[in-house]
């Protein structure tokens, strides 16, 4: 059996599967049973851990017509089984907080990046069980091996992110894409992002928003670096409503009239 850690106070992207030879079961702090006067064995914490665990594999099940066995019938949005297929799990948070907990993607391929996952992100379960997923750099969809995504690169005509370039400076250029006319991508884009926003809830209801990916650019096609997205219709006025750099690429200055990523969305929006 694997156990699920959290540590206290700490972020949630430390969280990691351990096997019981990695526990000391007789440290375990026992919890409070307020229903029974008798204490829980470590034991039996044990196995009340692994049992939920398989409860909530269970729960995990995700089909999306993003299959990982096919690079056929890109125009359809996924449909998730797990978490409501429109809008945010904040429709049914007590539900799903438990499974919404637990990272359920070691690792994601993109381009020549590999990067660990740090939160929770509904994509296929199929995939979620793989070592690795592959995501195309360019349409952002999932796939579950390497032959899968040279298969699928032969099909993708896409060597930027969909929508009008709105800036461009040596290298870097920022694409507005709609989550409407382009809800697929968004989809995949939201997705994404997930595995590196804990508080990120909206996946499929993209139509509101306005997304805007900034890329890189050499021989190969413009890559993504980041995104931020807004509203299109604020009703707080709000200027950003999530941004995101990947991991690979935080830390990075492009432009130092800009000074980061983060710096250069203001300037847009601004």
């Known amino acids: 059996h694997e156990y699920y850690i959290h540590y206290i106070d700490y972020n949630k992207r430390l969280d990691e599967w351990v096997t019981v030879s990695q526990l000391d ?53 996924p449909s998730p089984v797990g978490p409501p297929s429109t809008g945010s799990l904040n429709q049914n948070q007590n539900t799903y907080d438990g499974l919404t907990r637990i990272k359920n993607v070691q690792l994601i ?32 969809k999932c796939l579950k091996s390497v032959k899968c995504l040279e298969r699928h690169k032969i099909k993708c005509k896409l060597f930027h992110p969909p929508g009008n370039e709105i800036y461009r400076k040596h290298a ?27 508080h990120k809830t909206l996946y499929y209801d ?41 991991p690979c690429h935080q830390k990075k200055v492009w432009d130092p009239s800009s000074g980061s990523f983060s710096n250069l969305a203001l300037v847009l929006k601004a």
């Open 25 to 77: 079961i007789n440290k375990i702090k026992l919890p409070q049973n307020s229903k029974s006067s008798r204490p829980l064995s470590p034991t039996a914490v044990l196995n009340k851990c692994s049992s939920r665990k398989r409860k909530i594999e269970e729960t995990n099940g995700y089909s999306s017509s993003h299959s990982a066995n096919s690079d056929t019938d890109e125009n359809h949005a």
């Open 109 to 140: 391929e993109m381009g020549r990046a590999r990067m660990t996952p740090w939160y929770f992100s509904p994509y296929p379960q199929e995939l979620c069980h793989l070592p690795v997923i592959y995501i195309c750099e360019f349409c952002l």
């Open 172 to 198: 870097i250029s920022v694409f507005e894409i709609d989550g409407r006319k382009n809800k697929i991508y968004a989809q995949n884009l939201c997705l994404l992002a997930k595995l590196f926003l804990d």
């Open 206 to 246: 993209t139509d509101p928003f306005l997304f805007y990916v900034m890329t890189e650019y050499d021989q190969y096609g413009l890559h993504m670096v980041g995104y931020f997205s807004k509203e299109k219709e604020s009703s707080e006025d709000y200027n950003v409503a999530c941004i995101l750099t990947l």
